[in-house]
């Protein structure tokens, strides 16, 4: 569907942003200033995209569950399989990155969410976690 489409286009744009301008910040030596401000559109436009990601996996989750997978070829099962993987990755990818934050969430400068942990232990596993989920993901 139309819908679909462009769910998947703002996804896909929304994640190789992302990881590409993630992983410049970390592995390319930047100014401060510039991190930071990457570090900023990352955390807000990725808050922003999580309810299009929900409502992208639900229609995912609608779509497969009125499939037949004994119908699919072997290409379509394998699809289905790397998509379900994608679906899986960038949702890990989305839950760290909230639960790994050290400060309130500021989405574009329009409102903040509190941080949701406290204890840097926990927020550190988180990171570690988001780090490579993030790694898988553009793999």
Same mark, same amino acid.
């Given at each position: ?6 769910? !998947?286009?703002?996804? %896909? ?7 590409? *301008? =993630? #992983?410049?910040?970390? #592995?390319?030596?930047?100014? %401060?200033?510039? =991190? ?7 955390? *807000? +436009?990725?808050?922003? $995209?999580?309810?299009?990601?929900? @409502?992208?996996?639900?229609? $995912?989750?609608? !779509? ?17 399989? %790397? !998509? ?12 760290? =990155? ?10 574009? =400068?329009?409102?903040? /969410?509190?941080?949701? +942990? ?10 570690? /976690? !988001?780090? @490579?989920?993030?790694?898988?993901? *553009?793999?």
């Amino acid at each position: 569907s139309t819908q679909r489409v462009w769910l !998947h286009w703002v996804s %896909a744009a929304v994640i190789i942003w992302t990881l590409v *301008s =993630g #992983f410049y910040v970390a #592995f390319v030596d930047v100014p %401060a200033r510039v =991190g930071e401000r990457v570090a900023f559109i990352n955390v *807000s +436009l990725t808050t922003v $995209f999580i309810p299009f990601f929900v @409502w992208r996996l639900f229609i $995912f989750v609608v !779509h497969a569950r009125q499939t037949s997978v004994n119908t699919l070829s072997s290409m379509e099962k394998l699809a289905l399989f %790397a !998509h379900t993987l994608i679906y899986l990755t960038v949702t890990v990818v989305l839950v760290t =990155g909230v639960l790994m934050m050290d400060r309130s969430i500021d989405v574009f =400068g329009w409102f903040d /969410i509190a941080q949701p +942990l406290s204890d840097p232990a926990l927020i550190a596993l988180f990171v570690t /976690i !988001h780090v @490579w989920s993030c790694l898988v993901l *553009s793999l």
